[in-house]
């Protein structure tokens, strides 16, 4: 039968309302759980509709766009409650605060798209050029770097990254040991490639290329899979051999303070005690260490002797390690977001500070410059980043630190498991956010950096979720959102060195994508120009 003509297959306007379908059902992945696997599918209606539109000279590029704007507008609606219940913070009227809301919910969603858009034009050279895979293998090479480009910078982030869609999946995770969070994206948009393949074979009734797309589809789906079960049946072995792990227990406090109650007069020495009393609780269960969540004392702990005494106290006496969320100010008046490590000999032996801060949050950009933007401050002084990347060396353990926001980056607790780190520990602060999901999803992310090293990772979260992950990415113990309590677990600390192919090699898979999508590109742009000189575009 002869091939059926684009034009009679989807209409002018039919990218555009691809790329919505895209957004929607990509949403979904992130919002149900177990509907996870709908991100593998999620983006085949976007990418056939650029490989039936590859004429077209603009749509490439503007669906590719829509479909990246409107999947970050729907995965950060939260952010408009959030904000509305924060309002008074920064003392304004609940209709302000509701178009403040939705203004930098529309300005994220802008900003975060911007890095996507690129990629309709390299997949118009690819599909023209080079062929139909090659558009799904370059889709997921750029994807990928735009995820990765977009984490740079002041305001750079990491949210609703495409990855951390399979997080439900602990199976599917276990790849991230070798290729990283960068290269799961690539795995994820390429699978949607090469089933957005099979659809356009399927639409033009090419039935060995739409067989061929299948196959490939069912076949990378499956090594992912079963490369899964492999890794995790191997390190459950190894978990059991005494000779390569040795555990401790781990007491984690969530004293699920609101943040009025961290801000009011007094409310430091409040939160002290409060968190004072419930680690003698703790104690009875006799562990090694015991973590405070991320400014748990809103005070410069450095410059409060008293607890700085008591504290040093409680270590050496019950032979303790301490990790205490504080503010941190050194000599010149600077402020920082920061953990103290504190050893089982009662000896402060440094901090780790907070190395990626959130704007608007912690700091405000151009505050100095902008006298308008001191309106949105949330403190009087902003936060200042923090410079080294360093694990806390304690008697029982060398901690690897991220402190709320940094968790999203890979590379904080992949530089410190270099330098010597044999434990991952996640301190952070949740309670502002509305709601569950966001919450969820940001504690999620921890079993993602525990697969990443293969390490046992502690979190401890002010109003939840505190948890203890394993090298597999499976939550041992919990405590729920919004409850007051102790967790005690217990957690593995490799004996020797222990290193994966991606914390030895960090992001080489991102690189290698980098050059191959620069190469092609460039491969396709050439012959464009010298083999397809009456190649015209359509308005």
């Known amino acids: ?103 930098v919910l529309l300005l994220l969603a802008v900003f975060q798209s911007l890095f996507f858009m690129p990629l309709g034009f390299i997949s118009l050279l690819a599909s023209l050029e080079l062929g139909e895979i090659a558009l799904a293998f370059l889709f997921a090479c750029g994807w990928a770097l735009a995820e990765w480009a977009r984490s740079l910078g002041l305001m750079g982030s990491q949210w609703v990254c495409i990855a951390h869609a399979i997080l439900p999946c602990t199976t599917m995770l276990q790849l991230a040991e070798l290729v990283g969070v960068y290269g799961l994206c690539f795995c994820v948009v390429f699978a949607n490639g090469l089933f957005a393949m099979s659809l356009c074979a399927v639409l033009k009734r090419e039935w060995r290329r739409a067989l061929f797309g299948v196959t490939a589809f069912t076949v990378l789906l499956l090594s992912w899979f079963f490369y899964g079960k492999w890794a995790m049946h191997q390190y459950e072995e190894e978990l059991k051999d005494a000779r390569k792990w040795s555990y401790l227990k781990v007491a984690i406090i969530q004293g699920n303070l609101s943040w009025r109650e961290k801000v009011d007069k007094g409310s430091f020495e409040r939160a002290f005690e409060l968190h004072m009393d419930m680690t003698a609780q703790a104690l009875t269960d006799h562990p090694k260490i015991v973590v405070w969540p991320e400014t748990t004392i809103t005070a410069p702990l450095n410059e409060w002797d008293k607890a700085k005494l008591e504290l040093s106290d409680l270590a050496r006496k019950h032979s303790v390690d301490l990790l205490i969320g504080a503010v941190e100010r050194d000599r010149s008046g600077k402020i920082y977001n920061s953990c103290y490590g504190i050893t089982a000999k009662g000896e402060f032996i440094g901090t780790y500070r907070k190395l990626r801060l959130v704007p608007f949050g912690e700091f405000v950009p151009l505050r100095k410059h902008v006298r308008f933007f001191e309106r949105f401050a949330a403190h009087p002084q902003d936060f200042t980043h923090g410079e080294f990347v360093k694990p806390l060396r304690l008697q029982n353990t060398n901690a690897a630190l991220a402190i709320c926001f940094d968790s999203l980056f890979p590379w904080i607790t992949r530089l410190q498991v270099l330098r010597g780190a044999n434990s991952l520990v996640i301190i952070t602060n949740d309670e502002w956010f509305w709601g569950e999901w966001m919450a969820r999803e940001h504690a999620d992310v921890a079993k993602l950096r525990a697969v990443e090293s293969r390490l046992f990772l502690v979190r401890a979260a002010n109003s939840g979720i505190s948890c203890i992950v394993n090298p597999l990415g499976k939550v041992e113990a919990s405590l729920n959102l919004r409850e007051r309590g102790k967790l005690i677990g217990t957690v593995g600390i490799p004996r020797g060195s222990h290193e994966t192919f991606y914390v030895r090699f960090g992001d080489m898979v991102q690189f290698t994508l980098t050059l191959l999508t620069a190469t092609l590109t460039i491969i396709a742009f050439v012959k464009l120009c010298l083999h397809r000189p009456s190649t015209s575009f359509q308005s």
């Open 1 to 103: 039968m002869g091939k059926v003509s684009n034009r009679c297959l989807l209409g002018r306007h039919a990218p555009l309302a691809l790329s919505a379908l895209s957004s929607v059902v990509i949403a979904v992945s992130f919002f149900v759980d177990d509907l996870w696997w709908l991100s593998l599918v999620a983006l085949s209606p976007v990418i056939t509709g650029i490989c039936l539109h590859k004429r077209k000279g603009l749509y490439p590029a503007l669906s590719t766009w829509v479909f990246a704007f409107l999947m970050h507008l729907l995965l950060n609606l939260p952010l408009v409650p959030t904000i509305i219940s924060l309002r008074s913070i920064i003392a304004l009227p609940t209709h302000t605060a509701f178009v403040l809301s939705i203004f």
